[in-house]
């Protein structure tokens, strides 16, 4: 197979778009798609800190590489949940990655905030542990970001991500979680940082492909916890049929991004207000993740 | 040949020569979920493997709560 650009020995294969690149023209390919996504969505300028959520796989820490290499003033966030030696392999890529490139990596212990690592949090609350897990890691993405100065956390979904977390929401028709799935989510809040998702328009392969070529050390094993996780059969799914029909996820994805989800977007209407415990901002009286910090303490003691 | 899968790390031995695309199929490995890795390169679908040459074909999917990791 053929690069499309020079001719040479092609390294991926791109379905979706009908060609295949060689490893220079690929990364070159990557880095356009990044820099589309930035500019697009108004995701950040040259002149702010950026906050990198990393977890030592490969979309974050290629992000974190993609955002470095182009010049963007960045910083890390590793968030250790505890899960035995997945997390401690995974927080030694980081701080390697950070090292190496004479970075500063902000680490959190969710532990410390929920009262338990994941694991017994899982035992706890009996509540997927994936769930738990989600809701501690955005809960702490924004906590850190405020209290570090950044306006911004950028992390590493990708476009399989973003499409099996569509499939899952239009599956169960969770309207209020569809005006929510962008690629840029603004602050509306001044205790609420912007999110966004520069990664949005690649592949979950060609992000493997791509740390695979810049030579970055990522943890390849799984979360021991992800078996059975319901966005992995999404996402198998999914799986057959981009085989069957390459593009579809894309089409999925950027299809309700322009035409349907400004239709959901119009309805929402949130209030805002602060947690009485811990002052982040919720939509109730007291936030959900206090609300699982009081379980786990109840449980646990 | 000797192919190296990842989660859980598993090896086989394949006998013959045969496309990257042939080899997944025997698998039952979809190409788009994977990277075939051979003396650190990788390899298109098309890629004759086989003989002496080992093969890593590791997993691309990450998921769960992990998923934007």
Redesign the interface.
């Known amino acids: 197979?053929k690069c499309r650009k020079c001719g040479g020995t092609?390294?991926?294969?791109l379905?979706r778009h009908n060609a295949?690149f060689c490893?220079p023209h690929f990364i070159e390919f990557f880095r356009k798609q990044v820099a589309e996504a930035i500019h697009r969505h108004h995701m950040f300028t040259r002149e702010e800190q950026i906050m990198v959520?990393v977890?030592?796989?490969?979309?974050?820490l290629a992000l974190w590489d993609v955002l470095i290499e182009d010049g963007y003033q960045t910083a890390g966030l590793y968030l250790d949940l505890g899960i035995f030696d997945y997390s401690k392999e995974s927080k030694a890529k980081c701080e390697a990655f950070a090292a190496a490139r004479g970075q500063t990596l902000h680490i959190e212990r969710v532990a410390e905030a929920v009262g338990a690592p994941i694991p017994v949090v899982q035992q706890a609350t009996r509540r997927p542990?994936?769930?738990a897990?989600?809701l501690s890691?955005r809960y702490l993405m924004n906590r850190a970001a405020l209290q570090h100065g950044y306006p911004v956390v950028a992390?590493?979904?990708?476009l399989?991500?973003e499409a099996?977390?569509l499939f899952g929401s239009v599956m169960h028709w969770q309207t209020d979680a569809l005006p929510r799935q962008s690629p840029a989510l603004a602050s509306t809040h001044p205790k609420l940082v912007r999110r966004v998702?520069p990664l949005y328009r690649l592949?979950?392969?060609e992000?493997?492909?791509f740390a695979?070529?810049r030579g970055i050390d990522y943890i390849?094993?799984?979360?021991p916890?992800?078996k059975g996780?319901t966005?992995?059969a999404h996402?198998q799914v999914l799986?057959?049929l981009?085989?069957e029909s390459p593009g579809s996820k894309h089409n999925f994805l950027f299809g309700f991004l322009e035409k349907a989800r400004p239709a959901f977007e119009k309805v929402e209407n949130v209030e805002l207000h602060e947690c009485t415990s811990c002052g982040q901002v919720t939509t109730g009286a007291i936030c959900a993740f206090c609300k699982l910090a009081d379980l786990v303490k109840r449980r646990t003691s | 040949m000797k192919v190296i899968l990842?989660?859980p790390r598993r090896e086989v031995d394949v006998e013959g020569k045969r496309r990257v695309k042939e080899l997944l199929t025997e698998l039952g490995i979809?190409?788009?979920?994977v990277?075939v890795?051979r003396d650190n390169?990788?390899l298109?679908?098309?890629?004759m493997v086989g003989g002496d040459d080992v093969l890593e074909v590791?997993?691309?999917?990450?998921?769960?709560?992990?998923?934007?990791?």
């Open positions: 197979m092609a390294s991926l294969e379905r295949a490893s959520a977890s030592g796989g490969k979309d974050s542990t994936c769930s897990c989600g890691k992390t590493g979904h990708n399989d991500d099996a977390t998702k592949s979950e392969l992000t493997a492909a695979f070529l390849v094993e799984e979360c916890f992800a996780a966005s992995i996402k799986d057959r981009e085989d | 990842r989660n979809l190409p788009s979920t990277l890795i390169e990788l298109t679908s098309d890629a590791r997993p691309v999917m990450s998921g769960g709560a992990g998923a934007g990791a």
